[in-house]
């Protein structure tokens, strides 16, 4: 996937592509989550953000508009004590892969689980802040 030397590069080049999207999905207060937050992430990791918004529709509709390709598929996550189906939406940036995991407003504060851990999420200034104090 990436042919970047060092685990810190490639982690860079990750956050930086989560920040450029968060950037350009802002109006659905994007938050990062998984292995490229907690600083685990390898060659064939993807990039997971959880945007926030009434309808996956909604998130569609603007990605057609500004001609970004995306996949569709769903997720199961735990969510206020009940598991449910989200709606995933992928998209690419280069070699990256970004899933874009679509939530209701108010799950906003709610930390959605798959694997019964609380998620950790950071919103972009957050990843901007990371990225500042991480070397290039």
């Known amino acids: 996937m990436f042919q970047t030397g060092t685990h810190p590069e490639l982690l860079y080049e990750l956050r930086s592509i989560a920040a450029q999207v ?4 802002a109006t659905y207060q994007p938050q ?6 907690a600083g685990t ?4 990791s993807d990039i997971n953000l959880l945007l926030f918004a009434d309808s996956d529709k909604d998130v569609e509709i603007d990605l057609l508009n500004r001609g970004i390709p995306f996949e569709t598929g769903e997720r199961k996550r735990q969510l206020r004590g009940e598991t ?3 709606p995933v939406l992928t998209v690419f940036v280069g070699d ?3 899933n874009l995991e679509v939530l209701e407003p108010r799950n906003r504060f709610d930390r959605p689980r798959g ?7 950071a919103d972009l200034p ?8 991480q070397p290039e």
């Open 22 to 25: 968060m950037q350009e999905l």
């Open 32 to 37: 990062l989550t998984g292995s490229v937050l």
């Open 41 to 44: 992430a390898g060659p064939e």
């Open 84 to 86: 449910r189906k989200v």
């Open 96 to 98: 990256a892969v970004v």
């Open 115 to 121: 694997n019964g851990n609380r998620a950790e999420r």
């Open 126 to 133: 957050a990843v901007q802040q990371l990225l500042d104090s």
